[in-house]
């Protein structure tokens, strides 16, 4: 039987980059903005005259390589092969600077996918899976599959979509 | 009408990959290897003892970043995006030293085209297109479009997929 594919993005999903981007701001710049002041919205429309600064963290090569793994997400992806055919997909080409840490992140915590999985793009539409698990809804929008809502603050009040919390609801609604 | 889309390698099909590395190899091992010697075979099968020898050239981050456009590459494609979606398709995964020079020469060369279009894979079967033309067969396999061979030297005893000699027949192909 051919096994069913899923696409599963980077930053928010299985890397914990908004956490370090509002850590590395509210310390820059004397700010004690919280997750919860993040809900429905972005640091970049909070301080809007802030935004290039915003922005040129993730422009920095370094940001990428030390973020946090999401809880849960390393066991659970590692459940998931046993059953469907998983791929890391990336809105790489946003920070072109960001490759190397990314793929050297990747092998490091995701050592045990193969890195032809790995796909490094823009636009996502460009994916053929049956599932895309992403923080940004405007990737399901074109894309040839269904879209599973990872929960981020600024993805609060979206709906329309399959919303998961966490890895433990992804594991559920895959696995169960 | 939503325009189809087609997904273009890179390496033997806009960037002239293959003739940088015979030529090096050449230089540095002071041989002689012809393109025609080079006819349904590889570099590394005529020459197994330095396979590693072979395969670091394109190891080096650097290598990407100078080679030659294939002919009529850039101004078919301009005519190619008036009337299908274009996507640059290249299985950097293989060689993940390669991204920056990779990109760096497509902004270059391609700048035309929208980075978001421009996708960093491994196993090719993840692309989402109506058309993939490519020098390597093996991305074809499970490719849900229709595969379209680009000439190279190592695929000229492949058949069984609609060839293209050069860029003046995918012009045909496509917009005739």
């Known amino acids: 039987m051919l096994m069913k594919r899923i696409a599963i993005d980077m930053d928010e999903v299985i890397a914990d980059a908004g956490l370090k981007h ?3 701001f509210n310390r ?3 700010e004690n903005i919280t997750v919860q002041d993040l809900m429905g919205t972005h640091l970049k429309v909070l301080r809007p005259h802030l935004e290039t600064e915003i922005l ?3 422009k920095d090569p370094a940001f ?3 973020l946090e793994v ?3 997400s390393q066991q659970v992806i590692k459940e998931l092969t046993e059953h469907y055919e998983v791929f890391i997909t990336t809105a790489a080409m946003e920070f072109p600077t960001s490759f190397t840490a990314k793929y050297d992140w990747l092998k490091e915590h995701f050592g045990f ?3 032809m999985n790995f796909v490094f793009c823009g636009d996502k539409s460009i994916l053929n899976a049956d599932f895309l698990i992403d923080d940004n809804v405007r990737h399901f929008k ?3 599959g269904q879209g599973i809502l990872f929960s981020a603050p600024h993805n609060s009040n979206e709906t329309g979509y399959e919303r998961v919390n966490n890895w433990q609801e992804v594991k ?3 696995l169960s």
Chains 1, 2 share one sequence.
């Open 172 to 174: 559920r609604f895959f």
């Open 142 to 144: 074109h894309f040839n």
């Open 22 to 24: 509002l850590k590395l």
């Open 70 to 72: 999401m809880q849960g």
């Open 28 to 30: 820059d710049f004397n």
């Open 64 to 66: 990428f390589r030390d």
């Open 113 to 115: 996918l193969n890195e």
């Open 56 to 58: 040129n963290y993730l």
